[in-house]
């Protein structure tokens, strides 16, 4: 495998992630939770990003291959999960 396609390959494992990663923080700032965000925008995308590459990782080493829909899944959880911390929603 050449360099072009590691770079292809890694960049189609790590598109779910950056996927959730922009669209979760956007479609909160749309709700009255969003409004008072202790990060910025692009501060939260990126923790987002961390957390849901790092779910990914341990769902790759876990399964021993990418695209299981549990590993989806247990992204998506860590990701809500995480973007709750962020908006410290637990004292709404």
Known sequence: MGVFG???HLFNFLLPA???AVLLPLCVRWTSMGRGAALGL???MLVLTVV???VLLVGLVWFERDGKMLTYLAMAVAGASTQWMLLKAWRA
Request: no cysteine; aromatic share 0%; hydrophobic share 65%.
């Open 42 to 44: 692009v501060s939260n």
């Open 18 to 20: 950056l996927a959730l």
């Open 6 to 8: 590691l770079i292809n």
């Open 52 to 54: 849901n590459a790092a």
